[in-house]
């Protein structure tokens, strides 16, 4: 699978030894071993310990929790409420690469997020659904892009191209190609960073990206407590639908390895929004 991108992150587990390269939104993926008195390499971001970085890095202190802002599954009445004209949150999307594979064209987003609260979203896929609840309140840019998205059927008929089930427990969707190179054709920055331990547990709903201002259509769910780097917004949580979560997981990975497309095929065939 040719390499569309340098753009890339590491994912060490397994005490440092194994390690998933992830290339996402700009890439592909890749799992390779690496002695522990190797070289690495990192000057292309930050030093962490966890299981991400946009860098190959060595293993280190935990992330810190001091950056960011607040995330995490809050009480609150569900719904977004719409402001009046001429209103909202301003959000900045440029020009990206649409990657390989399936590339869909599809409209820049507003420039303002008008979205408010917790809207509700379903997930349709071939196995079932699953329940959303979005964080318009949080990350305003990023619901605003997903519910564009979804409203403009970018994610109709379009397969769960990856799933992880060692150092990190997540299923990746968004690439209408599968291939993990696909965007939406634009790109954006991060929002509601996480700040808290674990920094991204069992339902969350986070952007996947190739490093800071690189997120576009791909996300993943989370379906077990992960430890990685709070480099990923946070724009929403889970339900209902994780025992199918589960279900795609305990089947594994068409490989057989800890990272792979699932061997449960998942297709979402429709993203409803309320």
């Not at 390690?19 to 390499?41: E, H, K, Q």
């Not at 519910?147 to 299923?171: E, I, K, M, N, Q």
């Amino acid at each position: 699978m040719p390499v569309q991108h340098k753009r890339r992150w590491l994912l060490p587990v397994a005490g440092g030894v194994a390690a998933l390269l992830i290339l996402s939104g700009a890439g592909t993926v890749l799992l390779y071993l690496r002695a522990d008195n190797d070289p690495v390499d990192t000057a292309a971001g930050p030093v962490v310990s966890v299981a991400a970085s946009t860098a190959e890095t060595t293993p280190q202190a935990p992330p810190s929790t001091a950056a960011g802002t607040g995330r995490g599954p809050a009480a609150g009445l569900s719904g977004a409420a719409v402001p009046p004209a001429g209103t909202g949150v301003p959000c900045a999307y440029s020009p990206a690469d649409r990657g390989g594979g399936d590339p869909r064209l599809v409209a820049t987003p507003a420039p303002r997020s008008t979205l408010t609260g917790k809207p509700a979203a379903t997930l349709e896929t071939n196995l079932g659904a699953i329940g959303i609840q979005l964080y318009a309140d949080r990350a305003p840019c990023t619901v605003n892009s997903f519910v564009h998205l979804a409203r403009d059927d970018f994610y109709s008929d379009t397969p769960c191209h990856r799933l992880t089930t060692d150092g990190l427990w997540v299923l990746q969707c968004g690439d209408p190609g599968g291939t993990g190179t696909g965007t939406p054709g634009y790109q954006f920055g991060e929002e509601n960073l996480p700040t808290t331990l674990p920094p991204y547990p069992r339902g969350t709903l986070a952007m996947a990206n190739a490093g800071p201002g690189t997120n576009g259509s791909q996300f993943f769910i989370v379906y077990k407590d992960s430890d990685i780097p709070p480099d990923y917004s946070v724009f929403g949580q889970v339900t209902s639908g994780l025992d199918l979560l589960d279900r795609i997981a305990a089947a594994g990975t068409t490989t057989g390895g800890a990272d792979g497309p699932p061997k449960l095929a998942v297709q979402i065939t429709e993203i409803r929004v309320s």
